[in-house]
C-alpha cells in the first residue's frame, strides 16, 4: 500500500504570511495532484506535477514535485483569508490508483 | 462542460435502514467512477471504484456495495446501516491518469 504523509496537519497563520505544506512517501508516483477543499463541498483539483524537480505556479500557489517523484510540496506566498481550506495530495502509483494523503487544514486569520 | 451530482446533499437515517445514494455525470462518456468516504476534516478513504458498466473494485471490506447501471451512473447502498457508516460521502469522475473531479457530496447522519 502507498501512503502519502501530509505535513502539517493543522496550520493557523496570519493574512500575508508565507507557508508551506509537506506531502511525502517512501513511493515513486507518476504524477501528484493537490486539491483544495471547502467545508461542506467536494475537493477542487489545483495542479498536477508529472517530471520530478517539476514547479508549477498558480498565482500565489508554488507547487513542486521532488526530484525522485516521492515527495511535494505546496507554498503559499501572502496568504488571504481565502486560502483557507483543507488541502489534499494525491498520487498516482502502483495499480494505477490515487492514493490521497491525509490532509492540511490551514486556517488564515485576517 | 461536464457536471457531476450528487443527492441527496444530506440525509439522515437510523441504524439498521438501508441505504441508496446516487452519483450521476454529465459531459462525458465512459469515465472512471468512485465513491469517497471522508472524516470530518480529515483524508479520503477509497471506497468502490469502477472503470465500466457492471464492474466495480471494493478497496475497503464493510456492509456497503455500490453497482454502476449506466455508464454516468454510479450508486452507494446498504442493506442495514452501522453507526460508523457516517461521514461525508463524495464521488468522483476522472479519465485514467488526469485530475479527478468530485460532486458536491452527501453528508450522512445515521442516528
Known amino acids: 500500500t502507498q501512503l502519502l504523509e501530509q505535513s502539517p496537519q493543522f496550520l493557523s497563520i496570519q493574512e500575508g504570511e508565507n507557508l508551506t505544506v509537506y506531502c511525502n512517501s517512501s513511493s515513486v508516483f507518476s504524477s501528484l495532484q493537490w486539491y483544495r477543499q471547502e467545508p461542506g463541498e467536494g475537493p477542487v483539483l489545483l495542479v498536477t506535477?508529472?517530471?520530478?524537480?517539476e514547479v508549477k505556479k498558480l498565482k500565489r500557489l508554488t507547487f513542486q514535485f521532488g526530484d525522485a517523484r516521492k515527495d511535494s510540496s505546496l507554498h503559499i506566498t501572502a496568504a488571504q483569508p481565502g486560502d483557507t481550506g483543507l488541502y489534499l495530495c494525491a498520487g498516482w502509483g502502483a495499480g494505477n490508483m490515487l492514493t490521497f494523503g491525509g490532509g492540511t487544514r490551514l486556517m488564515v486569520k485576517p | 462542460s461536464q457536471t457531476i451530482h450528487q443527492w441527496p446533499a444530506t440525509l439522515v437515517q437510523p441504524v439498521g435502514s438501508p441505504l441508496s445514494l446516487e452519483c450521476t455525470v454529465e459531459?462525458?462518456?465512459?469515465?472512471?467512477l468512485y465513491w469517497y468516504r471522508q472524516a470530518a476534516g480529515r483524508g479520503l478513504q477509497l471506497l468502490f471504484y469502477s472503470v465500466g458498466i457492471g464492474q466495480i473494485s471494493s478497496e475497503v471490506p464493510q456492509n456497503l456495495s455500490a453497482s454502476r447501471p449506466q455508464d454516468r451512473q454510479f450508486i452507494l447502498s446498504s442493506k442495514k446501516l452501522l453507526l460508523s457508516d457516517s461521514g461525508f460521502y463524495l464521488c468522483?469522475?476522472?479519465?485514467?491518469?488526469?485530475?479527478?473531479?468530485f460532486g458536491p457530496g452527501t453528508r450522512l447522519t445515521v442516528t
Open positions: 468522483a469522475w476522472e479519465h485514467t491518469g488526469e485530475g479527478q473531479y
Open positions: 506535477v508529472v517530471t520530478g524537480g
Open positions: 459531459g462525458t462518456s465512459n469515465p472512471n
